[in-house]
């Protein structure tokens, strides 16, 4: 493994890595206790520049590119949730550090679940924002790119003599005052990056992962009673039109849980309201203790553990709402 530094200005001032052969981009600031951000699919570690120099000034923040995005490689390899995390974990052994508090967003809300439960000895607490996982809707957009010659249909929808007529229309859109419309900044944005054959490839891999044309099918909820020992805040935008905020109903319920739905906010409530979101993250980590993983405790969790117990503690919710 190698590691050296970018050159580039500091929005967009990269450090990489190589584990196991592939090449991975991170951006890194601040310090003080370890905060992991994990973008969402078809985003990359751009998408916490509103929120990153705040974070910094409370956290190590290491923000990296996921395999198969951004300035990271895009190789024909694992990309599944767990295969994610694995990437993480090593990730944060190379830096040398030793235990987080893993914020996701979007299919970063997978992989943060996936992480936590994976390696709760590695994991103080988990931040989800409008997190992948928690039910099966998703929009209809992206399911139609997990059917057959989908990659072919983008292939197409990305060439070059419409590629800035569509992305202008996009971007032009989502200045309207619809909550509809809000989030096609980004999906423009996601939209000129799938013009490249391997971020298409690596797309089409990680949906074929977690969900069909019938929405995700991948769930973290039969596993959802294991955050009665590890910190759980959920944050959402009301207007969230990519997946509904009514998953947000299907997260922890338990006294050391949190949620927050952000109104008139889309799919990216750390975009909509950085100041608001590194607030509630930063009371979130000063508020509750790191969990410490104790193999005894865990183990009797999992022997004992039973997903209905969510009905029956739903009252201990901390739900927030403005």
Known sequence: MSSRRSSASDENDLAYVVVHGHRRAYRQRGSGPALLLLHGLGCDSTTWLPVLDRLAEHFTVIAPDLLGHGASD???????????????????TILDIDTVTVVGHSLGGGVAMQFAYQFPERTERVV???????GRDVTPLIRLLTL???GTAMSVATMRPWRPLVAGALRSLS???HPAVRDLGEVADAYLKLADPARRQAFRRV???V???RGQFVTMTDRAYLARLMPVLLIWGTDDMVI????AHNGPAFANSETHLFERTGHFPHRDDPQRFTRLVVEFCATKPAA?????RWRSLLRRGDPSEMVQVADERDYAVS
């Open 74 to 92: 895009k190789p024909d390899a694992d990309y599944s949730l767990g295969g994610y995390a694995n990437g993480m974990r090593d990730l944060l």
């Open 128 to 134: 989800l924002v409008a997190t992948g996982g928690l």
């Open 148 to 150: 057959p010659g989908a």
């Open 175 to 177: 200045k309207l005052p």
């Open 207 to 209: 949906t074929s992962t």
């Open 211 to 213: 969900m069909d044309w």
């Open 244 to 247: 509904p905020v009514d998953h």
């Open 292 to 296: 410490e993983y104790h193999r005894g």
